[in-house]
């Protein structure tokens, strides 16, 4: 199983100030035929599904603020949130697809 | 809108086997692939696995031995079944749509199952 390894575990951040959450992957995440990296990034409140924030390590889905970004590629990956609001408040997971079984991170709390 | 919502008992006995519906509204099953996957209390989250309308299913080797999951395509719903159930299987256990590069966009709420005599 390729295994996501998150970093750091916690975080606290001020309002206003950036986040930086790291993924990385034991096996590259990068599917040759189509150059595209099966990373994903989920933001879960507490009491709710996790809400995909960013797939294909860097493509931002529809509707999430552009503060949230994802770079990264092969077995590196961030997720930054250039200006943490209150909102933002929550446990982020990463997720591979490029072999099965999908995995995904620990997570990482983020705290104001 | 698409909206998948769970359905199943809360509370399982040991050795006994965990059923699951999960049924999809505001769009055909037949298309995009369709997975499980769960959250014991306070923990990250696993996937179980998935299937495609045609009925083609990829499972989680770790749960593989006990896991079916199933479609039924007259009634836009997906099933699971997970046999031999132990406390270790208490989790919200989720439905979820996946689509290009096997992001899952739409999910459930989730069902809390407890595996408890």
């Known amino acids: 199983d390729i295994v996501m390894t998150q970093s750091p575990d916690s975080l606290a951040v001020s309002l206003g100030e950036r986040a930086t959450i790291n993924c990385k992957s034991s096996?590259?995440?990068?599917?040759?035929?189509?150059?595209?990296?099966?990373l994903t990034w989920y933001q879960q409140k507490p009491g709710q599904p996790p809400k995909l924030l960013i797939y294909?390590?860097?493509t931002r889905e529809s509707g999430v603020p552009d503060r949230f970004s994802g770079s990264g590629s092969g077995t590196d990956f961030t997720l930054t949130i250039s200006s943490v609001q209150a909102e933002d408040v929550a446990v982020y997971y990463c997720q591979q697809y490029n072999k099965s079984p999908c995995t995904f991170g620990q997570g990482t709390k983020l705290e104001i | 809108q698409v909206q998948l919502q769970e359905s199943g008992p809360g509370l399982v006995k040991p050795s006994e086997t965990l059923s699951l519906i999960c049924t999809v509204s505001?769009?055909?099953?037949?298309?995009?692939?369709w997975n499980w996957i769960r959250q014991p209390p306070g923990k990250g989250l696993e996937w179980i696995g998935f299937i495609y309308y045609s009925g083609s299913t990829n499972y989680n080797p770790s749960l593989k031995s006990r896991v079916t999951i199933s479609v039924d395509t007259s009634k836009n719903q997906f099933s699971l079944k997970l046999t031999s159930v132990t406390a270790a299987d208490t989790a919200v256990y989720f439905c979820a749509r996946a689509r290009s590069g096997f992001a899952f966009d739409i999910w459930g709420q989730g069902t809390m199952v407890t595996v408890s005599s």
């Open positions: 096996q590259s995440v990068l599917f040759s035929s189509n150059n595209k990296n099966y």
């Open positions: 294909w390590a860097s």
């Open positions: 505001g769009d055909s099953i037949s298309t995009y692939y």
